[in-house]
Every structure is written in structure tokens, then in C-alpha cells.
């Protein structure tokens, strides 16, 4: 499988921003799609924001993020970022990076792919 590496959570205020960033270690077929998810304290895993590696296609937010928050990707570093703007305290999460051989695989959940050890968001109001 493909070791998915986090960086750049932290502790910002309500209104301010921050840059998720995920590094793969390879390019595989079995993690063409990758994006993040975020898991609340006290609430399950959800996908917010997804996009296929190597194309930058498919691109995918969810509502509660969507307009505020941007995914990019470097298929040549192998990497994905998150660029979150105007950040709530809602946004406060452990965010997750994913990847799955297919969008559809990846929205129902990335169950069969690869994941990285999470990277604390904390937004405060």
C-alpha cells in the first residue's frame, strides 16, 4: 500500500486560514483519487474535499466546506494540499488524508485504501 503523510494542522482563530498538506510515497493505480476527510470529536469520519492525483480531475468538496476550502495537487511531488479559508470552530478536526483507486471508492468511505495518521485542526472563536 502507499504511505500517506500529514502536515501542517495547528491552532488558528475563527476567520484565519491554514494549508493541509499530504505526501504520498508513490504513485499507485490503487490510489489514483486522494483527498481528505475529518473526524470531529464525538462524530464519525466524513470526506470533504477529493481530486484524482495525476490529473487534478474530479474534484470533489463537500457542502460544509465547499467556497471556503481548495484542493490542490503536485502529481510530480505526488502530494495534495488543502488551502482551508475563513475557518470556523466547527472545522475543528482531526483532518485525515485518503486515497482510493476510484472517486466512487474513496466517497464510500476509502475502506480498501490508504491512509495517513491524521493532522489536528484546531479553530477557536
Known amino acids: 500500500q502507499v504511505q500517506l503523510v500529514e502536515s501542517g494542522g495547528g491552532s488558528v482563530q475563527a476567520g484565519g486560514s491554514l494549508r493541509l498538506s499530504c505526501a504520498a510515497s508513490r504513485y499507485s493505480d490503487s490510489s489514483k483519487f486522494m483527498g481528505w476527510f475529518r473526524q470531529a470529536p464525538g462524530k464519525e469520519r466524513v470526506a470533504i474535499a477529493g481530486?484524482?492525483?495525476?490529473?487534478?480531475?474530479?474534484?470533489w468538496y463537500a457542502d460544509s466546506v465547499q467556497g471556503r476550502f481548495t484542493i490542490s495537487q503536485d502529481n510530480a511531488k505526488n502530494m495534495v494540499y488543502l488551502q482551508m479559508n475563513s475557518l470556523k470552530p466547527d472545522d475543528t478536526a482531526m483532518y485525515y488524508c485518503?486515497?482510493?483507486?476510484?472517486?466512487?471508492?474513496?466517497?464510500?468511505?476509502?475502506?480498501?485504501?490508504?491512509w495517513g495518521q491524521g493532522t489536528q485542526v484546531t479553530v477557536s472563536s
Open positions: 485518503a486515497a482510493d483507486q476510484t472517486r466512487i471508492h474513496w466517497l464510500e468511505g476509502a475502506s480498501h485504501g490508504s
Open positions: 481530486m484524482y492525483l495525476l490529473t487534478g480531475a474530479g474534484i
